[in-house]
């Protein structure tokens, strides 16, 4: 019912920043909450924030909190995720998904991040 594609992910230094972009395909994006999730090499995909269809409400994981932000842009079809003051374990494969429930079973390809020290 929904495709999403990822971008924004590269490689950056300690410290530094990027912004992840998910875009999704059709319409009615706004009855979509949104989610970013990550997993790193020999770990558990992990949750790392959330929005309402609407935008507001953010929700974040602990180990965010206060560096990354999440924001959307409905008349783009476009989920964003703002990740400032990186470390090298934030390095990971990040995940955006979709749902109209509670369950995310729409999901992007991946966006790869690598934090070097």
């Known amino acids: 019912q929904v495709e999403l594609v990822e971008s924004g992910g590269g490689l950056v230094q300690t410290g530094g920043s990027l912004r992840l972009s998910c875009t999704a395909s059709g319409r009615a994006f706004s009855a979509y909450k949104m989610c970013w999730f990550r997993q790193a090499p020999g770990k558990e995909r992990e949750f790392v924030a959330h929005?309402?269809?609407?935008?507001?409400?953010?929700d974040y994981a602990d180990s965010v909190r206060g560096r990354f932000a999440i924001s959307r842009d409905n008349a783009k079809n476009t989920v964003y995720l703002q990740m400032n003051s990186l470390k090298p374990e934030s390095t990971a494969d990040y995940y955006c998904?979709?749902?109209?429930?509670?369950?995310?079973?729409?999901w992007g390809q991946g966006a790869q991040v690598t934090v070097s020290s």
């Open positions: 929005i309402s269809g609407t935008g507001g409400l953010p």
């Open positions: 998904a979709a749902t109209t429930s509670r369950i995310y079973n729409y």
